[in-house]
């Protein structure tokens, strides 16, 4: 992955801090029913890969929301830190968590066919819907 580099955030206490390597600045939303249900809206998330570290992890509680994917979220404020899939350890980290997000584009929208009428964004993005992500995960 090459984007951007060095990119720190924190949850909305401080009490978790992270450290990505490497960000792809391709922005994406998720309309999938848990991430809507976890964020109360679309998920607006960015690829970080595998190389994330994480400081006060005394603080993050992790829920296995499928076989292949968990979630991990402040115990103390409640702030969603990432989604994380089991098999390689590839982090989708909020976009708000960063502190740097000046270079991010919004380029790409998954399981669009489950996203609710009443919001749709006006940027023009790829879209995928649920089958074609799970065409392209092998799920």
């Not at 450290?19 to 960015?46: E, I, Q, T």
């Not at 000046?102 to 066919?113: G, K, N, P, Y």
Request: glycine share 10%; aromatic share 10%; proline share 3%.
């Amino acid at each position: 992955m090459t984007g951007l580099t060095q990119i720190s955030g924190s949850c909305l206490c401080g009490g978790v801090r992270l450290l990505v390597a490497d960000v792809d600045p391709r922005l994406g939303a998720c309309h999938c029913g848990m991430c809507r249900k976890w964020s109360g809206g679309p998920l607006l998330a960015l690829d970080c890969g595998s190389e994330v570290v994480f400081e006060g992890e005394a603080d993050i509680s992790v829920f296995a929301s499928s076989a292949w994917a968990e979630r991990g979220f402040c115990s103390r404020c409640g702030s969603h830190l990432f989604y994380k899939i089991k098999a390689n350890g590839q982090h989708f980290i909020p976009v708000g968590l960063l502190d740097d997000c000046d270079r991010i584009t919004f380029e790409h929208q998954i399981f669009i066919d489950r996203k609710p009428d009443y919001y749709d964004f006006s940027n023009v993005t790829k879209t995928l819907t649920e089958a074609e992500v799970f065409a392209l995960h092998g799920a």
